[in-house]
Structures are given as structure tokens and as C-alpha cells.
């Protein structure tokens, strides 16, 4: 399917047309869905967000990719107070710029919510499925 506003092929095609036009690296894409969160949480999402720890977000990510898209299933398992691996399925038509910028979108929520220095780490990804870690301190 896709995002809530658009179909996934078409932000990919966006994708794919910023990075042939711009020459940068894929990494553009994670640095893209970091700033279009941030931009897209200000107003009453960051306040709520304030008040929500990383690892509260991160157990319920189910929920919050709920408000961002549709299709791809999430299923997140916490492994500390501080990690959590994130095991999206059903994520048909996803690209490597697309996985991307989800893993930015991870980033900048955690971010949001408190955690400093999010990372996420791809450990492995078929056609339609990914695990990720996420780490935050």
C-alpha cells in the first residue's frame, strides 16, 4: 500500500528521483524521513511526545507507524532500557531508499521522545520484510 497520504511506489519513485538528480548517497533518503518526522511532529504530536519515554514509544511502534502508514505490520522486542530490535513485515514495494528513510523515522522519534544518539541498524531485510535494531541512549 503505503503512506497515510500517498502510494508507497510514488514516494519511492521521489526517492530514487532525488537521488539520480542530486548524486548523494543513499544515505540521503535515512537523513530525508529524519527531517520530514521532525517537521511533520511540531504542534500537538511533539507535546505529546515530551511526555513519552524512548522505551515507551519504541513498545508501542506498532501504533505510532499506524499514523504514518499502511500495510506493513511492526513488531518490536525490547532488549534493554535502551535497545530494541524491530521486526517490520509485510512491507511490499519498499526499496532501499524507502527502508531508509524509515530507519530516519525511527531515529527522529526516539529523538523526539528523549533519547539522544538513536541509531538504527539494519541486521536483515528480505523483499517485503526487515529486523532492525534500534539503540538510544
Do not use: C
Amino acid at each position: 500500500k503505503g503512506t497515510g497520504w500517498y502510494p508507497i511506489a510514488s514516494y519511492a519513485s521521489l526517492h530514487q528521483a532525488a537521488l539520480e538528480e542530486s548524486g548523494l548517497p543513499l544515505s540521503f533518503s535515512r537523513a530525508l524521513g529524519k527531517q520530514a518526522t521532525q517537521i511533520d511532529a511540531r504542534g500537538v504530536f511533539q507535546f505529546v511526545l515530551r511526555f513519552v519515554s524512548p522505551e515507551s514509544l519504541v513498545r508501542h511502534a506498532d501504533r505510532v507507524l499506524g499514523l504514518y502508514v499502511e500495510g506493513p505490520a511492526i513488531d518490536v522486542v525490547l532488549l534493554g532500557s535502551n535497545r530494541g530490535r524491530v521486526h517490520v513485515s509485510g512491507a511490499i514495494g519498499y526499496t532501499p531508499s524507502i527502508w531508509e528513510d524509515s530507519y530516519g523515522t525511527m531515529e527522529a522519534l526516539v529523538t523526539l521522545s528523549g533519547g539522544r544518539d538513536a541509531r538504527a541498524v539494519e541486521i536483515e531485510r528480505g523483499d517485503d520484510w526487515g529486523v532492525v535494531e534500534l539503540t538510544w541512549r
